[in-house]
C-alpha cells in the first residue's frame, strides 16, 4: 500500500526558513520510474509545483522560487524533506508531497499525501 | 513557462448532465496532459494521464481528448460524487509541471 505522508510546522513567523518532510511507504524513493514532487495550494487557490527530486537525486525547481527552496531525501528513512527560506504570509498554503509515476513515456501524480496546512504571520 | 488556462473557471450542472471542461497551453504540449479532480479538503486525485489514458479505479465516464494546444475532459453522465474542482496538468516540461487555473463544478 503507497502512502505519503507530510509533516511539519503548522505556524511559522514571516523571514523564518519552513522545513517540511514526507515519509512514504509502499515504494523506494530509488525506484527509476518514480520521483516525488512539493506542491503547494493557498486557501481558494489553484494548486502550484514547487519543486521536484528523482531517484538519482536529481532536483528541479520552480523558477519563481528557486532561490528559495531546497529539496532533498534520505532513501534509508524514505523521506524527502523541502526547505522554503524566508517566508511571507503569502506562502500560507497547504503544502502536498505526490508521488510522480512513468507510465512509458508519461507520467502523472498517481499518490498524493493528505496535505499540511502552514500558515505565516507574526 | 508553459500556462495552462482552463474554462469555464466554474459551472452548474445537474446530476445526469454531460459536461465539458476546456484546457488551453500557451504552446504545443503533444499529449502530455494529465486532469485530477480535488474535492473540498482533499488532496487531487488522478483521472486522466497522456491526455486520454484513463487512469486505472477511475470511472469510464470520464474521459480526455486533445493534442497540442486544446484539450477537453469530458463527464459523460455527471453523478453527485463528480461534484468536486477539476485542475489540468502539463507535463512537457516535466518535472517543471504547471497546472492549470481549475474548474469548479457545482450542483444546479
Known amino acids: 500500500q503507497v502512502t505519503l505522508k507530510e509533516s511539519g510546522p503548522v505556524l511559522v513567523k514571516p523571514t523564518e526558513t519552513l522545513t517540511l518532510t514526507c515519509t512514504v511507504s509502499?515504494?523506494?524513493?530509488?525506484?527509476?520510474?518514480?520521483?516525488v514532487s512539493w506542491i503547494r495550494q493557498p486557501p481558494g487557490k489553484a494548486l502550484e509545483w514547487l519543486a521536484h527530486?528523482?531517484?538519482?537525486?536529481?532536483?528541479s525547481y520552480s523558477t519563481s522560487l528557486k532561490s528559495r527552496l531546497t529539496i532533498s531525501k534520505d532513501t534509508s528513512k524514505s523521506q524527502v524533506v523541502l526547505t522554503m527560506t524566508n517566508m511571507d504570509p503569502v506562502d500560507t498554503a497547504t503544502y502536498y508531497c505526490?508521488?510522480?509515476?512513468?507510465?512509458?513515456?508519461?507520467?502523472?501524480?498517481?499518490?498524493w499525501g493528505q496535505g499540511t496546512l502552514v500558515t505565516v504571520s507574526s | 513557462a508553459i500556462q495552462m488556462t482552463q474554462s469555464p473557471s466554474s459551472l452548474s450542472a445537474s446530476v445526469g448532465d454531460r459536461v465539458t471542461i476546456t484546457c488551453r497551453a500557451s504552446?504545443?504540449?503533444?499529449?502530455?496532459l494529465g486532469w485530477y479532480q480535488q474535492k473540498p479538503g482533499k488532496a487531487p486525485k488522478l483521472l486522466i494521464y497522456?491526455?486520454?489514458s484513463l487512469q486505472s479505479g477511475v470511472p469510464s465516464r470520464f474521459s480526455g481528448s486533445g493534442s497540442g494546444t486544446d484539450f477537453t475532459l469530458t463527464i459523460s453522465s455527471l453523478q453527485p460524487e463528480d461534484f468536486a474542482t477539476y485542475y489540468c496538468l502539463q507535463d512537457y516540461n516535466y518535472p517543471q509541471v504547471t497546472f492549470g487555473g481549475g474548474t469548479k463544478v457545482e450542483i444546479k
Open positions: 527530486i528523482f531517484s538519482n537525486d536529481e532536483k
Open positions: 497522456a491526455a486520454s
Open positions: 505526490a508521488r510522480i509515476v512513468h507510465y512509458g513515456y508519461a507520467v502523472g501524480f498517481d499518490y
Open positions: 504552446q504545443g504540449i503533444r499529449n502530455d
Open positions: 509502499g515504494f523506494s524513493l530509488s525506484n527509476a520510474r518514480m520521483g
